[in-house]
């Protein structure tokens, strides 16, 4: 478990984090997002010990960061935005070196190594030199380094930047295969990623935390909405006020006259509510044909974007 406690960081005049708290309880992928230049890898940074904080601490399964770090940094596998990997050894090379700066005995090495070379599926380079590896299995061999003496909690920066589309497929599926078995806290900017791989999000903009909860609840309970789009056959009185009759429905509002003889209804309601099939018997009740009806739930961007949109015009005021 990781328990962040209102971790502050100032360069100068600049903010870069401010009285952040979240935890990431055992066996869970927790999504830190973020724009760019929200506090994220500032985050990443205090909670790895790599940069101290100004205010608050983290601590890692109940080891202060700042007061106990080497028990707390052997319990952390860390991949930076850019791994610091060393182009002129061998993938196993390397491997084996990373294995001994976190303690692996000498007899326990062979088989870890194989374990993790297996498990990042790059047991096919292991010999081959690190340099003349593609982009992306470089970042395979920096997750395998953090890997390395079998930590809970694996942080990952970034770890999809730079890849192409079918590395970052490959990528994001390793991952979630590790989520399995090891708590994770993932940094992105990219929405899609983070709705792909994790079960709780922790949102930042300007520093400040502005959202902490589950990928479910987040959608649910941030003003989530269901929206309806329902296409009936077009007649000269209005359909609107049937629509608003439908129990659970909150809103309707008329998207136009399409030419082939249709009209587009965007109909409302609560995200917990499915009010398909009540659409469909109002429609057939009223004698039209229904062409169309197709539901759409708040996603992740919608909420990020309300978030940070409502964030930007409190620090405003």
Do not use: W
Request: proline letters at 3%; a negative charge.
């Amino acid at each position: 478990m990781i328990e962040v406690m209102g971790i502050t960081k100032k360069y100068g005049a600049k903010v870069a984090v401010e009285d952040v708290s979240f935890t990431a309880e055992n066996g869970q992928i927790l999504g830190l997002l973020g724009r760019n230049g929200a506090g994220k890898s500032t985050t990443m940074n205090i909670v790895t010990g790599y940069i101290s904080s100004d205010a608050g601490t983290a601590r890692i399964d109940g080891h202060d960061i700042l007061e106990e770090p080497l028990e707390a940094k052997k319990r952390i596998g860390y991949l930076p935005e850019h791994p610091p990997l060393y182009y002129e050894m061998t993938v196993r090379e390397y491997l084996s070196f990373v294995c001994q700066l976190k303690g692996v005995k000498k007899e326990d090495m062979t088989a870890h190594l194989d374990e993790i070379l297996g498990r990042i599926h790059i047991d096919d380079v292991k010999e081959r030199l690190i340099g003349n590896l593609s982009k992306g299995y470089r970042q395979r061999v920096g997750l395998a380094g953090a890997l390395c003496g079998s930590p809970d909690t694996i942080i990952m920066d970034e770890p999809t930047v730079g890849l192409d589309p079918m590395q970052i497929i490959e990528i994001r599926n390793i991952i979630k295969e590790l989520g399995k078995q090891h708590t994770i806290i993932l940094s992105s900017h990219i929405l899609k990623e983070i709705a792909d791989i994790c079960t709780h999000v922790v949102i930042l903009n300007g520093g400040r935390k502005v959202a902490d909860d589950s990928m479910q609840n987040l959608l649910q309970t941030s003003e989530g909405k269901r929206v309806t789009v329902v296409r009936v056959s077009d007649k000269q009185s209005s359909f609107l006020p049937q629509l608003q009759s439908v129990q659970g429905v909150e809103s309707v509002k008329e998207l136009g006259a399409r030419e082939s003889g249709f009209t587009d209804f965007e109909v409302t309601s609560p995200v917990q509510a499915d009010v398909r099939k009540a659409l469909f018997c109002k429609v057939a009740e009223e004698g039209r044909a229904l062409v169309m009806l197709k539901s759409t739930e708040l996603t992740l961007e919608d909420v990020f974007a309300r978030l940070t949109m409502e964030d930007d015009r409190e620090r405003a005021v």
